[in-house]
């Protein structure tokens, strides 16, 4: 979405991204082999995916809280073509074990809310990012975001793994991040990560397309303007009204999250509902735990996070708009219409 469509508190900071194009042009990081003794990581990764607004941004947050992962902090996310750098210095300042009578480590308040969000955007130094932009520099740019074949075969899936590798590397934890981008081509994501554990979030499809919509007024201001990631119906579907859009853009995004996953072992998808993980988190952590350590990980302590988040499920449209929203919800699953990528 170009900057102008945005509203002014979404558009970027263009000192920052100045500051950043230095910053990288200083570490020259990508022009550099990268760092490191492995080829791809050594632990398991975790991967939350599904549709935006489905909750998958408490998921994330919530299993960043834990304390088992490494993540893309608002930090390490300044150092998007060497995450582990950014990492390195992170952990400098806020590591107790690499301190030397306090001359660094810095000793901040923790985030009043830590599980508060807004479009996906947390505040605080070291909350949880979603690091788009380094996916974005593997990934090639279309009017969608299904990457076919010949896609594919030009990502530079060596480097890929080598700069997980060496970011893992830095805490020795799982890493963990959001992968929506490919909620479309998930089993090539699984072939090249073969020890990837997919974390598969869902919610109500009406609270999600009541949600898109509201994604939609605050990014941009505009309802008709499509927020978030593209599915391979996109050029089908983008000229109908905001509802059938957002019907849509659920429907088959989790249509393809699914189709998706059932061609990669059970042992490495977990799917949740949004309600589930805010009635039960413990209950899903230790499901999830079971995961990894089918894939080699072992835990240190247990959980000891919240024991339930409150659930957002209150209707703030009108009657008549939640009624176009159903029927739309409707025809979606109804249409006859190609949803998921071959």
């Known amino acids: 979405m170009s900057e102008s469509a945005r509203r002014s508190e979404h ?3 263009p000192k920052l991204e100045d500051l950043l194009g230095d910053l990288t042009r200083d570490l020259d990081a990508e022009s550099r082999p990268v760092p490191g003794r492995r080829e791809a990581p050594r632990h398991p990764t975790v991967l939350v995916v599904g549709c935006p607004r489905s909750g998958t941004t408490l998921c994330y947050q919530w299993l960043a809280a834990t304390g088992t992962f490494t993540f893309p902090t608002n930090f390490v996310s300044r150092f998007p073509t060497a995450p582990w750098t950014g990492e390195r210095i992170q952990r400098l300042l806020t590591d107790t074990k690499c301190d030397h ?44 975001h299904f990457l076919d074949e010949e896609q594919l075969a030009s990502v530079d899936t060596d480097r890929f793994r080598r700069e997980l590798a060496a970011w893992e590397e830095v805490r020795d934890r799982p890493l963990l991040m959001k992968g929506l981008i490919l909620d479309w081509n998930l089993p090539w994501l699984a072939e090249i990560l ?3 554990v997919f974390v598969f979030v869902r919610r109500d499809p009406f609270f999600t397309m009541q949600s898109l919509l509201s994604a939609r007024r605050d990014f941009s201001g505009d309802e008709e303007r499509w927020y978030s990631f593209r599915p391979p119906t996109f050029p ?7 509802a059938e859009q957002v019907a849509a853009q659920v429907h088959d995004t989790e249509s393809a999250v699914r ?8 042992d490495r998808w977990l799917e949740i509902t949004y309600e589930e993980l805010c009635s039960d988190p413990a209950w899903l952590y230790e499901r999830l735990i079971v995961k990894l350590e089918r894939r080699g990980y072992r835990r240190a302590g247990s959980y000891d996070g919240p024991v339930r988040f409150p659930v ?3 209707v703030t449209v009108d009657a008549e708009r939640a009624a176009e929203l159903r029927s739309a919800w409707e025809w979606a699953e109804n249409r006859d219409c190609a949803v998921t990528p071959a």
């Not at 089908?236 to 905001?242: E, F, G, P, Q, T």
């Not at 189709?259 to 059970?266: A, D, S, V, Y």
């Open 101 to 144: 009578g306090g001359e660094l480590a810095l000793d901040l308040p923790a985030a009043r809310d830590p599980f508060r969000s807004r479009l996906g955007k947390t505040r605080g130094p070291f909350a949880p990012h979603e690091f788009w932009y380094w996916w974005r520099r593997f990934l090639p740019a279309g009017e969608t």
């Open 312 to 314: 957002s499920a209150k």
């Open 236 to 242: 089908a579907v983008k000229d109908l009204s905001a």
């Open 194 to 196: 073969p020890d990837t």
């Open 259 to 266: 189709h998706g996953l059932e061609q990669i072992e059970p």
């Open 11 to 13: 558009r970027r900071n």
